[in-house]
């Protein structure tokens, strides 16, 4: 269950690009049975803080960490309770955005990219 009401975290910003990010934001990581941002942040940054920071804060569990990077995964890509399938799946939708985002999308891409053979489809087994 959500912490926060769509229609009101779309009412904090009147910025589309924003109102967006949010919505799939809401969409992918406040999923049951995993870590949910919604529990880490207020409404406010929910729909304002840039993805590198929102996804430290996610993978660590901790608000206000800093920036993303390669040494946060490392260390949290075990955490049994981060969605890392969503993690992926958002940054998929992020990707299709073309607007004042995307810099910090393309961010964030170049960080996980390196660990998507690993941490993407984490749960699935395949025989060969």
């Known amino acids: 269950m959500h912490k926060f009401k769509l229609a009101n975290l779309m009412a904090i910003s009147d910025d589309i690009p924003l109102q967006e990010r949010a919505r799939l934001r809401y969409e992918y990581f406040d999923r049951e049975g995993y870590r949910k941002l919604s529990d880490l942040l207020s409404d406010y940054s929910y729909v304002e803080k840039r993805d590198g920071y929102m996804l430290a804060d996610y993978i660590t569990n901790k608000p206000n960490a800093d920036l993303l990077d390669g ?5 949290h890509k075990n955490d049994p309770d981060i969605d890392w399938e969503a993690i992926y799946d958002y940054m998929d939708e992020r990707r299709k ?4 985002l995307q810099c910090d999308q393309e961010y964030c891409d170049n960080i996980l990219a390196t660990f998507e053979h690993e941490l993407r489809n984490k749960n699935t087994f395949c025989l060969y």
Do not use: F, G, P, Y
């Open 71 to 75: 040494r946060m995964i490392r260390e």
């Open 97 to 100: 955005a073309d607007n004042w």
